[in-house]
């Protein structure tokens, strides 16, 4: 099951983190980002396993948009748990259950997938899957994925690096 986040969520949605070394939104970036208007509850979605209301999502998606923006412009935290397979199954799924709603709302276009990796991810074996795995899921899901390394962001922007 793939839906947009509720407030009965909050728990489990700010407590999902990964150990991937790419760049992901935290707990305290998306308290952040709700309170500016640059991350909402209805631009994050989660996947679970099955349809139980109290069951722990198995993927997260934050998409992001410009304050005061009507739809969002980027997905700038793709997580699926640890230990599921095939993550970028679960991550295609989820971005084409939330494009096909903001395709619905009115949104004109899909937002781009974008994944924020360290300098060197490249000599990184994790980081390079990582990297791979969402790649592949924004393939499936038909949609383009940009890279982002610490040379293409603003000082002002925010990252929040998994520990190892």
């Known amino acids: 099951m793939f839906r947009v986040s509720q407030r009965s969520d909050d728990q489990s949605l700010l407590q999902f983190s990964t150990r991937d070394p790419i760049e992901w939104v935290d707990s305290e970036q998306f308290g952040l980002g709700i309170a500016s208007g640059s991350l909402r509850r ?3 979605w989660l996947a679970f396993v099955d349809d ?3 069951a722990t999502p198995v993927a997260r998606a934050v998409w ?9 412009v980027e997905l700038r935290c793709l997580i699926v748990a640890a230990g599921v397979p095939y993550p970028e199954l679960w991550g295609a799924a989820l971005i084409r259950s939330a494009h096909r709603a903001f ?12 994944i924020g990796a360290g ?9 390079r899957e990582a ?3 969402r790649r592949e ?18 000082a002002s922007t925010p990252a929040v690096l998994a520990a190892r």
């Open 42 to 44: 209805e631009w994050t």
């Open 52 to 54: 139980d209301p109290r």
């Open 64 to 72: 992001w948009g410009p304050a005061g923006s009507v739809h969002p």
């Open 103 to 114: 395709r619905a709302s009115g949104a004109l276009f899909d937002p781009v997938v974008v």
């Open 119 to 127: 300098g060197g991810w490249q000599q990184d074996a994790a980081a």
């Open 131 to 133: 990297v791979a795995w």
């Open 137 to 154: 899921a924004a393939a499936q899901a038909g949609t383009t994925a940009a890279l982002r390394t610490p040379a293409d962001v603003p």
